[in-house]
């Protein structure tokens, strides 16, 4: 585990913050005894903060508040990319605001925090459990906070993001009861009657709920990468073994097959039932066993993704080696698995040992105009031709 810093006593970027959740953050962060700067399109007024009116969707006003937050603090130490719309009629603005802008506030603090001699930093995007699951009612909205976790997931296993020490990660929260979700009721949705249903299908959660969960991603420090999802009976990833009674939602989630049809058949009413405390440890243990199973899948697709990764760019090596060269070029096959072993250290891969006949045959398949020769202790690769 990277340790990188203690987030107290920083300086917090937050957009979007003049209500709902933005505001809930920003108060958070300031009990926290750091100092937060904010922007929004609406007017707010707080003297114990800074406060500078900025439309995320306009790239000058953008980066000229990001700017003057480091004129005044000298630096910025988290950004919080939280301003949002849900709009399906205006879906170019809302696209706009939701990843543009995510992406544009990304890039501007990491490109500050990487000048920062290493001390780096925290870049936390908001995004919404419709970046995870398809959600008929808003496309567009849906699409949005989707490309907020591929981008900010992606830039998490750049190299230079570790390397710098710099942290990305996203917190996609249930519906939660601010002003964005009263659009559910209009026209800023298709299918407004359906949206009222799914949303009432789900316990609406108070903002105190989402800041505990964005407090604990905040402390988290071994965070890059993470995608912290807050809903009403998870509370987020890691607490959520206190529930007694099942909600329909809750036992999707947990997927308890047999309570379930016993639901649908009509046997039973949700509200109306509770667990006996057996059966109900035995549905968690069997969550456990699958949360288990499905962190273990992740990490070894991420694994294998690194070793893609360092792979393809042993292939441009050699190429790249060979066409800069007049003469014919041989590599050591130990060289090279030093090399791959490095190149996947730094992607962040814990256990980069690697394995020098593997990496043989995986580049002669690669590269079939490579052959391999022993030489004494070494085995040598070299381009047929130059043979
Ligand atoms: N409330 C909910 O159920 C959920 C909200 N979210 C996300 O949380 C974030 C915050 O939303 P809420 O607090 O719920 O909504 P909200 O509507 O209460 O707050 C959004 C804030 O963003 C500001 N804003 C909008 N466009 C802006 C722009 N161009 N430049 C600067 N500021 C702008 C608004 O003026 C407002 O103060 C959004 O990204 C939203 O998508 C995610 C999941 C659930
Ligand atoms: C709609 C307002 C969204 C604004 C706030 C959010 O980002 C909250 C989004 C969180 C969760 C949405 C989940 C929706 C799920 C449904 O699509 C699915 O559970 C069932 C849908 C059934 C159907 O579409 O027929």
């Known amino acids: 585990m990277i340790t990188i810093f203690n987030m107290t006593g920083k300086v917090a970027v937050v957009t979007g913050a003049a209500r709902g959740l933005g505001r809930a953050f920003t108060e958070a962060l300031l009990k926290r005894g750091d100092k937060v700067c904010f922007c929004d399109v609406d007017n707010f007024g707080d003297d114990n903060v800074q406060f500078l009116p900025c439309d995320v969707r306009k790239d000058q006003e953008f980066t000229d508040f990001f700017n003057r937050v480091i004129q005044k603090y000298n630096t910025v130490d988290i950004m919080i990319n939280n301003a949002g719309i849900l709009n399906e009629n205006q879906w170019r603005k809302t696209v706009d605001i939701n990843l543009t802008a995510v992406i544009h506030g990304s890039l501007l603090a990491m490109e500050h925090m990487r000048n920062r001699s290493n001390s780096g930093g925290l870049i936390l995007n908001v995004s919404s459990l419709a970046g995870v699951m398809p959600v008929s009612f808003c496309p567009a909205y849906t699409a949005s906070k989707h490309g907020v976790i591929g981008f900010s997931r992606s830039w998490a296993l750049q190299p230079e993001v570790r390397k710098n020490r710099i942290r990305i990660a996203c917190l996609c929260p249930s519906f939660t009861d601010t002003d964005i979700i009263k659009g559910t009721y209009d026209s800023r949705v298709h299918g407004p009657e359906l949206a009222r249903r799914v949303m009432n299908s789900y316990e609406l959660m108070v903002t105190d709920r989402v800041t505990e969960a964005f407090l604990r991603i905040l402390d988290d420090l071994d965070n890059n990468g993470k995608v912290m999802m807050v809903t009403p009976t998870r509370g987020n990833d890691n607490d959520n073994d206190n529930e007694t009674e099942p909600t329909i939602s809750g036992l999707c989630r947990i997927q308890d097959k047999q309570l379930l049809a016993k639901l649908s058949s009509g046997d039973v009413i949700a509200q109306k039932m509770k667990y006996h405390p057996s059966c109900l440890a035995a549905v968690y243990r069997e969550r456990a066993k699958k949360r288990q199973t499905e962190a273990e899948n992740s990490c070894t697709q991420e694994k294998n993704m690194m070793k893609e990764t360092a792979l393809a760019e042993l292939v441009t090596y050699f190429f790249e080696t060979r066409r800069n060269s007049e003469e014919s070029v ?58």
Do not use: C, N, W
Request: glycine share 4%.
């Open 330 to 387: 041989v590599f050591r096959l130990a060289d090279l698995a030093y090399l791959y072993e490095e190149r996947l250290t730094q992607l962040g891969s814990s256990s980069a040992q690697v394995h020098s006949t593997r990496l043989r045959d995986k580049l002669l398949q690669k590269m079939p105009e490579l052959e391999a020769h022993t030489k004494g202790r070494d085995v040598l690769l070299m381009f047929k031709k130059d043979i």
